[in-house]
């Protein structure tokens, strides 16, 4: 038996040196030195009649020393080779004997694939002839190698060589397995065989015990195999069905075991709870039907029977899934739960009435317009697509009826669902400890809590849901398709209720819930009117944008370390303060420890809040990663545009901006380098006061650093961390470092936004407005070697009021020597320009104080002082800023006075009226609670005088800011640039910044060359204002004399921003 083994094992040697690879060369001479040995020991044992022993020992030393050794084995180890040579021999021969094998069907595998990737079926088959061929090594080959050559075949659609190497198969005993069927139905398609022979074939593989739903759940394809395979499969079943996918298995290692049960325990809870919300619905519902007295209820039915139950049921698990731990506000549940099912039902609708089939027809069309590298300068987005429609003639209307409900009527609805939701989830009390009853208890509890002086009631969690929802930990994010970034571009805004999503539905103008008079003003508006709005909106959601994958790893890599509250990465709730626990029971310590608790929960609670929103931004921009996407856009009240993405979108925080570039790129040019160092001075917060040239020569001498930067970002030495925008720095270095680097930088391609921020806006459209000439200078209006920066001046002027004082001797004053900066006085000054008020503007002072380590016995006193002071200091350095402040506020309490609200037209036509109203609130009845519901619906309210007037200045200037921008906006689009805003803070290409900078200053002088108070005076005159002078009463005439009274202006000539290089820089 030894001896055949080593005859078998000499052949397959022989059969490996015919074959072995390059990488093989050990194994080859070990096989070929062993059997030499071997054989002469056999030679040896013919020729002379030793002793078993004898033998034994001369087998032994030959095999363990070779031939040179054979007389020097010593006699004590004779008996112990013996056994050796008995025992382990046959079997380590028989080990290898298999692995040689295994080594050679690999072997003749892989050079039958090479020649198969290199396309080349006749010389794969003549390898394949060649074992086949030989008795002997035919017995190194099996099923795959021939269907590797059959593949090869197949791909060529040769029926007749795949037939014939079938026949080969079978000649030689083995069996085709499923891959040898799907070569052969995969050849069949692509010659076009008969119905007939494909029918034969799924029988011979249903006889040889394979089923067909087996191709599709077992074999592995490559290029269009599949669906060759299905189509073959479909000739003769015309209505066959992929089979479903197998449900994932679950893990029995005892190890892994509550690994994977907490999931599968938590999918078993959810299908018990669908069962039963189900099941709690259509009783609800039966019951309800049989109702014939008009009721609260009764009159939900007919909303109860737009979806199907599933649906409903859809909704309500998404609320409950959704549901933190710190539980959420009824009323907010309720409106989300109503305003879910408003939504599928508008979705429903579309889809009904065929308008979003024609929608899809033509959508098709207008994305042709979009992809081409030069759009046609005749059209506009907007204008193409109401080309496109008319030439679609016939169809239903893109534009539904108005179907809006009633905010009352969602929250009704909502209130319904959520205490459906609330009496049917159910869960055993002992789920998380065995020791307590199987007792069902509710999931969501009903609670009552205070927030401010206001009783609000809350929907919560019990603690064991929580608990088996972390313990889950579920890798799967659920958002509604609204709530993300578009993987294709928006439809265009071409009138208040058509735009933005193919088939979900957005409002044009965001507004407070219930609230109806500006859509009705949008809907009274002529529509060629809101023309430039519409297509300023589309501009900006046209903009394709892609993710910066380099800095967004590296954030995720920080986000599942714990995060950095340095860097803004919230790190998780594990990592909240702890409170002491002490063993004392005094009460006044017990107090202080429940003090601390509760501090401790405060601290939790918005740490897992802060973590929650990074976890939805981070998760959205890595399902995005690898995509183009867009953001459409609407606006506010004011026509202020925002993404309509809530989660994730440029105007997120310096995290998110960092991780966004433009999806079209554009060469740096000749300056394009120079202005990303440019930014990146810009973005640490360094030489703010500084020129340009001189920011870039400071980017010059720390290009070491920038590079250290980007190469080493949490290695080296880490610079980019103590900047104002860390993120967008680290961006930028890695931008500029990649620009440097590259052969020519002007042709380096970058998709790089670049920033070009207004001086305090607000300041500038109130200097531009009354002319003012100081005012011009302190906000850059005015053309300087140097930028002007106002926060400083206004500090400036603060410390000349505290030296003052302080010399008469107040004491606040003589404190805060040292401590008056740009920083303490800058909010403030900002926010002034938009209605901020005394008390408002202490409360920021008090934050700014706490910050740079003022003596806190001072605080309240000291932050009353430099409010006053600022105002004073604003009052005085922009005279005819508050002028016009003053004009607007008496002219907004006058009109509410007399039970008007505000209102105005834009420059660029679009209607605003402030809805600040005396709400009555609408009390509804429900099982649960009675819910309070501020609707702001009737016209008939009552205007709140206090809002209307603080609001009126604020929101007037906002609607110019953004009138600048939408202007802006167009022309850029005219020029060919790529461009988007965060209000007052412009973004574009490095190569088009010095055109984008030249558009915007020419748009603000354009925009403020309008006699835009004189005209808001017309306006408001005409709208207030009785033309019959006897039929006026005494507050119209006190109203007209006011709105008459326009504030002078002064002398400063607008048309010098032209040539104001840090007008927006």
Not at 9 to 37: D, F, N, R
Not at 166 to 173: A, F, I, K, N
Not at 334 to 345: D, F, I, M, P, T
Not at 937 to 962: C, G, R
């Amino acid at each position: 038996m030894y001896i055949r083994q080593l005859k078998v094992e000499k052949k397959l040697s022989i059969a490996a040196s015919q074959m072995t690879l390059e990488g093989q060369p050990k194994v080859k001479t070990k096989v070929k030195l062993k059997t030499k040995v071997k054989k002469k020991a056999k030679t040896k044992a013919k020729k002379s009649q030793k002793s078993p022993k004898a033998t034994a020992s001369a087998s032994r030393n030959q095999s363990h020393a070779g031939p040179s050794s054979a007389n020097t084995c010593h006699k004590p180890r004779v008996e112990e080779m013996k056994q050796d040579v008995k025992a382990q021999k046959p079997q380590r021969v028989h080990e290898d004997r298999s692995s040689q094998r295994k080594i050679m069907q690999q072997t003749i595998q892989s050079n039958l694939e090479c020649l198969l990737y290199l396309q080349k079926p006749e010389e794969a088959e003549k390898l394949l002839l060649l074992y086949h061929s030989n008795p002997m090594k035919r017995k190194l080959l099996n099923v795959d190698a021939y269907n590797v050559v059959m593949r090869g075949w197949a791909r060529k659609g040769c029926l007749h060589r795949v037939i014939h190497l079938l026949s080969m198969l079978e000649s030689v005993s083995l069996r085709p397995n499923l891959d040898s069927y799907a070569v052969l139905l995969e050849c069949m398609t692509q010659s076009q065989s008969s119905t007939k022979a494909i029918w034969r074939c799924v029988q011979h593989l249903k006889k040889d015990g394979f089923h067909v739903d087996e191709l599709f759940q077992k074999c592995l394809f490559e290029g269009d195999e599949k669906e060759k395979v299905l189509k073959a499969i479909r000739i003769i079943q015309p209505d066959y069905q992929l089979p479903p996918p197998p449900k994932p298995e679950i893990c029995k290692a005892a190890l892994l075991k509550n690994f994977y049960s907490e999931r599968e325990q938590l999918a078993s809870f959810r299908a018990q709870w669908r069962g039963a919300i189900l099941q709690a619905l259509q009783k609800s519902k039966h019951n309800m039907s049989q109702v014939k007295t008009v009721s609260g209820h009764s009159v939900l039915y007919p909303y109860l029977c737009l979806l199907p139950d599933k649906e409903y049921v859809d909704i309500m698990m998404q609320t409950l899934n959704s549901l933190s731990p710190q539980g959420e506000s009824l009323a907010v549940l309720a409106r989300e739960l109503g305003s879910k099912v408003y939504n599928k039902y508008l979705t429903q609708r579309k889809l009904h009435s065929g308008q979003f089939k024609k929608v899809q027809e033509i959508y098709e069309n207008y994305i042709h317009l979009l992809a081409k590298d030069t759009q046609p300068s005749e059209y506009l987005p907007r204008e193409y697509w109401e080309k496109l429609v008319a030439e679609a003639g016939y169809g239903p209307s893109l534009n539904l009826k108005d179907c809006s409900w009633p905010y009352v009527l969602l929250m009704r609805l909502g209130m319904y669902l959520l205490e459906i939701l609330v009496h049917a989830v159910k869960v055993p009390r002992n789920t998380l400890n065995p020791r307590l009853p199987s007792k069902l208890i509710p999931v969501l509890y009903h609670i009552y809590s205070f927030r401010s002086s206001w009783q609000v009631g809350l929907i919560k969690p019990h603690p064991i849901f929580s608990q088996i929802v972390s313990d889950a930990a579920e890798a799967m994010l659920t958002f509604n398709s609204s709530a993300i970034p578009m993987l294709c571009p928006p439809v265009p805004w071409t009138s208040p209720h058509f735009g933005a999503f193919v088939l979900g539905d957005t409002k044009l103008m965001r507004y407070v819930d219930g609230a109806i008079q500006h859509q009705q003003l949008l809907d009274q508006c002529p529509q060629v009117n809101l023309h430039p709005v519409l297509d300023a909106l589309n501009q900006l959601g046209n903009c394709a944008w892609k993710i910066n994958q380099p800095v967004l790893d590296i954030i995720i890599s920080i986000f599942n370390d714990k995060g950095n509250e340095k860097l803004d990465i919230p790190p998780p709730v594990s990592e909240a303060p702890k409170p002491p626990v002490s063993p004392s029971s005094s009460s006044a310590l017990h107090k202080s420890q429940k003090h601390e608790l509760l501090l401790c929960k405060k601290k939790a609670a918005e740490m897992h809040s802060l973590r929650m929103d990074a976890l939805y931004k981070l998760s959205i921009a890595n399902y995005v990663r690898d995509k183009v996407f867009w953001f459409p856009h609407n606006m506010d009240f004011r026509g202020r545009t925002y993404p309509c993405p809530p989660y994730f979108n440029h105007l997120g925080n310096d995290v998110t901006r960092a991780i966004l570039l433009f999806a079209e790129g554009r060469p740096l040019g000749p300056k394009g380098l120079d202005w990303l160092k440019i930014h990146l001075i810009n973005l640490t917060g360094l030489k703010k006061k500084n020129a340009l040239q001189e920011r870039l020569d400071y980017a010059n001498e720390i290009m070491e650093e920038i590079l250290d930067s980007a190469d080493h970002p949490l290695t080296g030495r880490k610079w980019w961390m103590n900047t104002d925008e860390p993120w967008q720095v680290l961006a930028c270095c890695m931008e500029i470092a990649k620009a440097s680097r590259s052969p020519n930088p002007a042709a380096f391609v970058s998709h790089f936004p670049v920033h070009q921020d207004g001086s305090c806006n607000g300041l500038q459209h109130y200097a531009a407005l009354g002319r003012d000439l100081i005012g011009a200078i302190s906000v850059n209006l005015m053309p300087c070697s140097v930028p002007q920066d106002v926060y400083s001046a206004v500090a400036q002027q603060v410390e000349e009021f505290r030296k003052k004082d302080a010399e008469e001797g107040l004491r606040i004053a003589q404190v805060l020597e040292g401590f008056i900066g740009r920083k303490v006085v800058k909010q403030t000054v900002m926010t002034v320009v938009y209605g901020v008020t005394r008390y408002g503007g202490r409360l920021q002072m008090e934050k700014r104080l706490k910050e740079i380590e003022f003596p806190e016995e001072y605080i309240w006193e000291a932050s009353h002082y430099l409010v006053k002071q600022v105002f004073n200091g604003i009052k005085e350095m922009f005279s005819a800023t508050r002028d016009i402040q003053n004009w607007l506020t008496e002219s907004a309490k006058l009109i509410a006075q007399s039970g008007r609200t505000v209102e105005w037209v834009t420059p660029l036509g679009l209607p605003i009226v402030q809805p600040y109203y005396r709400i009555r609130p609408t009390v509804l009845t429900c099982n649960m609670q009675n819910l309070s519901v501020k609707n702001s619906s009737n016209n008939n309210q009552k205007p709140d005088t206090v809002k209307q007037k603080n609001a009126f200045p604020p929101n007037f200037i906002h609607s110019l800011d953004s009138t600048h921008m939408m202007l802006t906006a167009l022309h850029c689009f005219r020029q060919g640039l790529t461009f988007v805003s965060v209000h007052d803070c412009y973004w574009t290409h490095a190569l088009t910044v010095d055109i984008m900078n030249k558009i915007c200053r020419q748009q603000f002088v354009a925009l403020h060359s309008q006699k835009i108070l004189e005209d808001l005076s017309k306006f408001m005159l005409k709208h207030y204002c009785s033309p019959d002078k006897e039929s006026r009463a005494l507050w119209q005439k006190k109203l007209m004399e006011q709105l008459s009274n326009v504030p002078k202006t002064g002398e400063f000539n607008l048309n010098k921003v032209i040539d104001s290089t840090y007008f927006f820089s």
